[in-house]
DNA sequence: GATATCTCTAGGCACATCCTATGGACATCC
DNA sequence: GGATGTCCATAGGATGTGCCTAGAGATATC
């Protein structure tokens, strides 16, 4: 058991999905594979249930986790002990509402281990020097590093008769109250359904939106990322198939700053399959 | 910066000496020494000084132990997480009454992570599956297997006059308070001395002689071991040329339980330098 | 001057880790 | 119903890192 493989259990345990990891700590899925499964041995007890849409942790899993998390937020600690807050670049990125924070935070200990970089955090609309934005907000001038896709989800409360369906439609969802989340990137959308009717709530936030759907308002449809972490909140998915598309966005224009672009580096390397001509390492 | 680093930092600064944390640790001194500097480019910090005896922690150095111990800890804990107490085979050690505490635990390392042991710690006149004892107190029986071996030093009062020699010769401590030790197993030698004037105390254990010491009651003579981590006591060396060679000491007779075994070879694999044929590993 | 101790460097070997490629098992979509 | 996509596991090959031996250099001790 070393560091290593407790940062790949994190992220295994995070994403629900080995191949996600994979992605997150900028390694292949059989590196993480094998790692779950050496420390599965080490432990003498399972870590994750496999099936065949991810993984599932265990209840070892659960009780592992929080340990691995203290060890490994120690291990960081320790090694910033001795460097001096000295000769910072301040990196400030952009972030749309709607993402899933720990997800995201995940995403960002590159640029946040860093000792050269401060880093700050604003809305997506400020002034930024990249943002992490759906692809449908992307600007014309700015290049577009794809991170993840995902599905939009309905949230309802636990109690509700339609969680006895499997999959809601639009039909479905006409006379249910329904709770608008005012800060949307897909409002437009959205919207075209729901002004037919008052929405039950508008939602300020994804916090308050998931919320309003514990206490029994009504209906959200919120990505999955954000419903995941969620307690007191049943998820169906909906049939029409929206999916977005959440990526890193910068200027084209303007020049990089070094630790960004070692971190867009990263990413590109990383999250795209190489699919005819492989741009591999060294390059 | 990894686990295996951070052990190899708490041996060295434990022992104050790469080569014999090199040897707690089972690996070769080079070994240690690399760790040592990559983990100081790390941190970006010198974490020992190192001299031609051996190295001195810096502050740094002490900062970074407690982090690095409690890492270790944690990770050893969540290692055992799982494992069940079942089937353990108890293992009797005897430990003389003069070893040093930290120095002795961490050797015993590779036998209480094991999980099919229960360790238990005895003293060394008792029934025993092996014992720990200076080379003096070997039976006929007994098979040795080295350790370290340790100089005697003079323990005394960080005030006292003598504290003012580099060195001190038997003469400089004929006329002087004395603190007996009536445990120490070179007692019949420091006996003939000793015998002649009164002893300012006979103490029944080192902490106890060390307290006395600290106390300006008087001199002792201790294994460096003993005296190293104690404060309010100042070490000179002695003229007489007084050392124990430390081991472990097993019954050739008795068959020995698969957990000592293992040990016992690991211990004669490093501590066993190899003069003309080297026994190495898959032997 | 011989010996012992202690650290560092050099060169070579072996294992661990990582990669790509691929296969099997399901879902989903047209 | 076949094509496609997703997801995990395994196999085989490349690479890198850790570890070892050997020996040099420096300094105490006998």
Redesign the interface.
């Known amino acids: ?4 493989e407790l940062r790949y259990f994190t992220a295994v345990y995070r994403e629900r999905n080995l191949t996600a990891a994979a992605r997150t700590c900028f390694v292949s899925q059989p590196s993480i594979s094998t790692a779950i499964t050496n420390l599965e041995a ?4 399972t870590l994750f249930i496999r099936h065949k849409k991810g993984v599932a942790p265990t209840a ?1 899993a659960e ?2 986790h929080t ?2 998390r ?2 490994i937020d ?2 960081d ?3 910033k ?3 001096k807050p000295s000769a910072r670049t301040t990196v400030t990125l952009g972030l749309m509402r709607t993402l899933d924070a720990t997800r995201t935070i995940a995403l960002l200990k590159p640029l946040t281990a860093r000792s050269d970089v401060a880093l700050r955090l604003v809305g997506c609309d400020e002034r930024t020097d990249a943002r992490i934005i759906s692809k449908s907000m992307l600007r014309d001038d700015e290049h577009f590093v794809p991170l993840w896709s995902e599905r939009y989800v309905a949230a309802l409360p636990p109690s509700h008769p339609l969680t006895l369906k499997d999959k809601l439609s639009t039909a479905d969802l006409a006379d249910v109250p329904m709770i608008d989340r005012c800060h949307c990137e897909q409002s437009a959308f959205f919207g075209r359904a729901a002004r037919r009717r008052q929405s039950a709530a508008i939602a300020q936030s994804e916090d308050w939106a998931m919320a309003l759907v514990a206490a029994g308002v009504g209906i959200a449809i919120v990505p999955e990322g954000v419903a995941k972490g969620v307690s007191d909140v049943a998820i169906r998915p909906i049939e029409v198939k929206i999916k977005r598309e959440v990526g890193l966005a910068y200027r084209a224009s303007a020049p990089l700053a070094d630790a960004l672009k070692d971190f867009v580096g990263k990413l590109q390397r990383v999250r795209a399959k190489p699919r005819n001509n492989s741009s591999r390492r060294h390059d």
Chains 1, 2 share one sequence.
């Open positions: 058991m070393d560091i290593r080490e432990l003498g007890t070892s009780q592992f340990v691995a203290r060890i120690e291990a600690a320790a090694r002990l001795f460097r």
